[in-house]
């Protein structure tokens, strides 16, 4: 793919995989417009980073401002949308249901309201690329509510690569990397289970952010994928 003719959004840009992925692209000659809610959190992440890059502030839960935001952006060849919410993991006898509905308001509707409001802007044969989670499909326990979220986001991958097309929709389905996503939990059980994976997983380490944004590139440039989920999970499905 020739980059310097991209212009990709990357919605979730100011941290963790969406800043690996921004830094990425920006490598390798693309366009790239990161978005994130927090001014200055966008600003301390883009600085340093080289070639086409800015940074714009906006909510994703905000039907209009994703609306104001497309409109004003003047054609996008890729879309990339790694928003996350965080509630809704815990055993189901004792799950909080009113944090998995807000888990559900913070990752699967945004995804839902920018994928739909882009697509105005979006080049017809161009991409747009989810990111789920591989709690979808591995019947841990503790984590049916955040498999519910993503399952939801995952069942709709393949239906939208059909009625959607020539635009390729995809996904990138992570297990667990080492990201900011961590720090709304206590350290310890941050520390525990990083552990656990490094001594289990049969890669032995926890997946770093850029481990995904090269599986999100590679969604990118390959025009021959669509409907795809791709596990960039250290092979935590397996086990
Ligand atoms: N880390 C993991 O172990 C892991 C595992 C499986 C799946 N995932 C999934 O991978 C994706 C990326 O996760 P991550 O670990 O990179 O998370 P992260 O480091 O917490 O980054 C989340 C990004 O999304 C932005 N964001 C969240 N809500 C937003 C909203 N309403 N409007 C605009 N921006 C918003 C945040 O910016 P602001 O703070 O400025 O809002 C931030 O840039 C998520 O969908 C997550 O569920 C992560």
Redesign the pocket.
């Known amino acids: 793919m020739d980059w310097q003719n991209q212009k990709v959004v990357v919605?979730?840009?100011?941290?963790?995989?969406?800043?690996?992925t921004v830094k990425r692209l920006a490598a390798a000659g693309a366009s790239v417009v990161?978005?994130?809610?927090?001014r200055a959190?966008?600003d301390d992440?883009l600085s340093g980073i080289g070639g086409q890059v800015t940074g714009e502030?906006?909510?994703?839960?905000?039907r209009a401002a994703l609306q104001s935001f497309f409109g004003g952006l003047g054609g996008i060849d890729h879309l990339v949308?790694?928003?996350?919410?965080?509630e809704g993991a815990g055993p189901f006898a004792e799950l909080d249901l009113a944090a998995l509905r807000r888990g559900f308001e913070?990752?699967f509707w945004?995804?839902l309201e920018a994928a739909q409001t882009a697509l105005p802007t979006l080049r017809r044969d161009g991409s747009m690329t989810f990111?789920?989670?591989?709690?979808a499909r591995i019947a841990n326990p503790g984590t049916a509510g955040?498999g519910a979220i993503?399952g939801a986001l995952e069942s709709m991958i393949g239906t939208l690569a059909r009625e959607l097309a020539p635009l390729r929709v995809n996904a990138v389905?992570?297990?667990?990397?080492?990201?900011?996503?961590?720090?709304r939990f206590p350290a310890s059980v941050k520390s525990e289970v990083f552990r656990q994976q490094s001594e289990t997983l049969p890669v032995r380490r926890v997946?770093r952010?850029d481990d995904?944004a090269h599986a999100l590139q590679f969604l990118l440039e390959n025009t021959f994928m669509t409907g795809a989920v791709i596990e960039c999970d250290g092979g935590l499905r397996l086990l």
């Open positions: 919605l979730g840009g100011s941290s963790g995989v969406g800043l690996a990161a978005v994130g809610r927090d959190k966008l992440a502030t906006l909510d994703c839960t905000d949308i790694t928003l996350s919410g965080g913070a990752k945004p995804q990111l789920t989670a591989i709690s955040l993503n389905s992570p297990g667990v990397i080492d990201t900011p996503w961590w720090d997946g952010a995904v």
